[in-house]
């Protein structure tokens, strides 16, 4: 017997709900203008046109403070880059509630950032 995916996933309407991207930056021995961050394994990422950026948490690998404070910009077609800043937190979370016409990004750091530092990335978006 052949089991088949059924790619309509059995005819469940998917729109509207939500999904993550994951990625990492890694500032060891990186040039200024090499700071994007990975997202399943690229520096620009493609999502369905029309979804909505909801928020981005931003987690420092370090251990133990002092954490740095890091500026994170946000680069499409669809609108100007914008800059959001986080204070020196381990941990910080930046609403968005951004709609991507053409669903094509790119996150990168804008500051400043110390050396060997490791940052995780977690996006939220939903699909139209």
């Known amino acids: 017997m052949v ?4 790619l309509s996933l059995n005819g469940h309407n998917l729109n509207g709900s939500v999904h ?5 930056l890694n500032t060891k021995n990186k040039k200024k203008n090499q700071l994007y961050f990975v997202l399943n394994g ?8 029309n ?8 987690l420092s690998r370090n251990i133990m403070g002092p954490f740095p404070a890091i500026s994170l910009k946000f680069v499409s077609d669809d609108f100007p ?4 800043t986080s204070t020196k937190e381990k941990k910080k ?4 509630d951004v709609k991507l016409p053409n669903g094509v990004f790119s996150v990168l750091l804008s500051s400043a950032t110390p050396k060997d530092e490791v940052f ?3 996006i939220e978006y939903r699909t139209p």
């Open 93 to 96: 979370k930046i609403d968005l």
């Open 81 to 84: 880059p914008f800059i959001s």
């Open 3 to 6: 089991m088949e995916t059924d």
């Open 42 to 49: 690229s520096s620009q990422v493609l999502i369905p046109a």
């Open 51 to 58: 979804s909505i950026l909801l928020n981005i948490t931003i």
């Open 20 to 24: 993550y991207l994951h990625g990492f």
């Open 120 to 122: 995780l990335i977690l």
